[in-house]
């Protein structure tokens, strides 16, 4: 089944001590998105990728960085992570939203950050 | 600026009843809506969307919503609840015109009991 796929589900690390997430998917959509969950709140966008184009969400701290290698993968990687920075990260894609029609996205499963 | 509101943060329903979850949303021009389901530590998932046509949408699982342009709203509702319909709910817009970004509302539990 074409899907999203996220690594890890659950990812402890140090405070101050660089983590990537890696993100993957099988549906080839132009667009990839990354969020941050915190508490059963919404997700809060930090970034998406259309295509190779990069769109930084204007509030998302420069800790937080991302890659795009190809349409498949797409990494969050958190420089030096804070206890602030604890939260579920969801990686979601979508269709060229540019297209007829409104297409929904699709999410991965989340991986579940713990910082010590 | 697109914006969606979700007035309850819990609704609590009787297991047989019908449910209703309600949303508001504000856009500037045509309004896509998206209803997506999360249960606990998972993604969120799609249940069914508005783009233009017909005012009631069917989605997955029974749910359906019913758009309402005048009032500005997207509520989501299933006749008979489960148990398992017991979940964090959101709602989501994004304008037709603009962008490949989603605006989520702040969700609502739904709490079904038995």
């Known amino acids: 089944d074409a899907m999203v796929i996220q690594n890890p589900r659950y990812q402890v690390t140090q405070f101050g001590k660089p983590v990537t997430l890696s993100c993957s998917q099988t549906?080839?959509?132009?667009?990839m998105y990354w969020y941050q969950q915190k508490s059963s709140q919404a997700p809060k966008l930090l970034f998406h990728?259309?295509?190779?184009?990069?769109?930084n969400e204007a509030d998302t701290p420069d800790n937080f960085q991302s890659r795009r290698p190809n349409t498949s993968f797409c990494f969050l990687d958190i420089r030096s992570p804070g206890l602030g920075d604890a939260a579920m990260y969801l990686c979601?894609?979508?269709?060229?939203?540019?297209?007829?029609?409104?297409?929904?996205?699709?999410f991965g499963p989340g991986t579940r950050l713990t910082v010590t | 600026a697109q914006s969606v509101a979700q007035p309850e943060d819990q609704v609590n329903v009787a297991e047989g009843n019908p449910l209703t979850v309600k949303c508001t949303y504000s856009?500037?021009?045509?309004?896509?809506l998206f209803w997506y389901v999360q249960y606990p530590n998972r993604g969120l998932q799609f249940l069914l969307k508005?783009?233009?046509?017909?005012?009631l949408v069917k989605g997955s699982y029974g749910f359906e919503a019913e758009f309402n342009k005048s009032q500005t709203s997207f509520h989501l509702k299933k006749p008979s609840a489960l148990v398992s319909d017991s979940a964090l709910y959101f709602c989501?817009?994004?304008?037709?015109?603009?962008?490949?970004?989603?605006?989520f509302g702040p969700g609502t539990r739904l709490s079904v009991l038995p």
């Open positions: 856009v500037s021009g045509n309004p896509y």
């Open positions: 989501a817009v994004r304008d037709g015109n603009y962008g490949q970004n989603f605006v």
């Open positions: 990728y259309y295509d190779k184009d990069f769109n």
């Open positions: 549906l080839n959509h132009n667009v």
């Open positions: 508005y783009i233009t046509g017909d005012n």
């Open positions: 979601a894609t979508s269709r060229d939203l540019r297209l007829a029609g409104a297409y929904e996205q699709y």
